[in-house]
């Protein structure tokens, strides 16, 4: 809380007036983030029908968001079980929402494409991509958003196309 009050600006007082604790504060900036990161994701794949474009669609609106907000990243990696008690069931239930999309877009190219892999160790090397992407990411460097996201979905594509069997 030191440390957001110089940043900000505001007096330490001041930030406990409007947030009761550390924890209330992460609470809300975890909960702003995961719902405006999963309305967004729904209203992109609204119109898409394709099973590779969706999980690349995934793929572009995760990695837009936090490149745009790589503070907030930071937060959501570093601060993940800080929360206790009502609030963490509550940032609970929307990561899984957002972790269930990803897995039903993971499973409907495999019936798409009549693959057999592990839907979870797909999912879950996606996230590992994606969420340390704020750890190396240099904007005056690395590509944009669109470009990583092309380049991180040709790899899990390439990978799960290639390397999964086909079911008989």
């Known amino acids: 809380m030191r440390d957001l009050s110089r940043a900000s600006g505001m007096s330490l007082a001041g930030l406990y007036y409007y947030f009761q604790s550390k924890e209330r504060l992460l609470f809300l900036i975890q909960k702003h983030t995961f719902t405006t990161i999963v309305q967004r994701l729904k209203e ?3 119109g898409a029908v394709d099973p590779e474009q969706r999980i690349r669609i995934f793929i572009l609106n ?22 206790k008690n009502s609030f963490a069931v509550e940032v609970a239930a929307i990561k899984r929402e957002y972790y269930r999309i990803c897995v039903g877009l993971m499973d409907d190219l495999k019936r798409d494409r009549s693959l057999e892999f592990s839907t979870r160790i797909a999912v879950l090397s996606l996230f590992g991509m ?6 190396w990411h240099n904007p005056r460097v690395d590509a944009d958003a669109g470009q990583i996201a092309r380049e991180m979905g040709d790899i899990v594509l390439r990978g799960v196309l290639n390397g999964a069997r086909v079911r008989r």
């Open 44 to 46: 992109r794949l609204a």
């Open 62 to 83: 995760h990695l837009e968001y936090f490149l745009a907000n790589p503070a907030s990243m930071k937060v959501l990696s570093h601060e993940a079980d800080a929360l």
């Open 130 to 135: 994606m969420n340390w992407i704020y750890t």
